[in-house]
């Protein structure tokens, strides 16, 4: 058996496949809350099946949990253990955090060392950080936990999932929490994957900013059912429109990047035919998303010709399906 998990920023995705060969996705949101000490919440907590974990005297609900929770009560404040695509420098207690999330969300392995395909972003163009440490650490939690760990960057796995018809040619672009990553692919090899530090929590941020409102409050926005990125569709409320304005941006930018470095790089390769943009990613999963998408797209000159843009399926779960593939490989392999 294998597993495949993309630890993201906002999301963390693991991807199986049950004894009749279907794949089952287990899914949490990478975030916590402290909710006091242990003698104070200890009965509390018994009486509920919420994950939680106990660093010290100190209590935290993990998860999903703990997303809603901040939701509901608005002066809660919602802890990362990951910023920008990679541990939260800020945050104390990301390490043990985050070991207790991949602990809940993979559980124990299925067989002696099976393989674990975990995913990290690729190198970010916009920042002087670097994804080394982020990787490390990822690769030694999942170590401790009994398993195999075999590293692929989170674009390529998008890709993995969303160009096999094309036969792995394209670009594939996942929109994150943390980070937007972008890879180009040809045949299965990738000659160009990158990231940038403007994706998800960008935008909740600073709509957020522009209208006075809490961050968890545009996250929830984002995410309503009602919620499109049409303006023909949009009910132009102060929020919707400063949320919109910001996914304009974070598409436009990205694109831009790729385009740069089409134009720059060494090695790019020459396509003979129109290629597809496939997305993916939690933020990209709003209504109308690929329509924004296309229409900024026209919007710049773009070096190569595209012959369609498409949203990949499940695209919460696709980077974790594109990772699970990865490691069904590698098994057969071994």
Known sequence: MAVGIDVGTGNIVAARKNEEGKIVYTHERNSFISVGKWNVVKNQLKRTRIAYTKLGDD?????????????????VELRRPMAMGMLNPREQNALPIMKELLKNILGDPQTKDEICVYVTPSEPIDTGDHTVYHEDVIETIIKSLGYTPVNIKESVALAYAGLVDENLTGIAISFGAGMANAAVMFQGLTALDFSVTKSGDY?????????????????ALKESEGFTLDPAKEDDSRASLAVLSYYRFVVKNILTQVINLFTTSKGMPHFKEPIKIVCGGGTSMAEGFIQLFESEFKSLEFPIKVKSFEMVSDPLYAVSRGALSEG???????
């Open 59 to 75: 209590v935290y609900v993990l998860g999903t949990a703990a997303y809603d929770y901040a939701n509901i009560f608005g002066e």
């Open 203 to 219: 935008i909740d941020q600073n709509a957020a900013k522009e209208t006075d409102l809490p961050i968890a409050h545009m996250t």
């Open 328 to 334: 069904i490989i590698e098994e057969e392999d071994e």
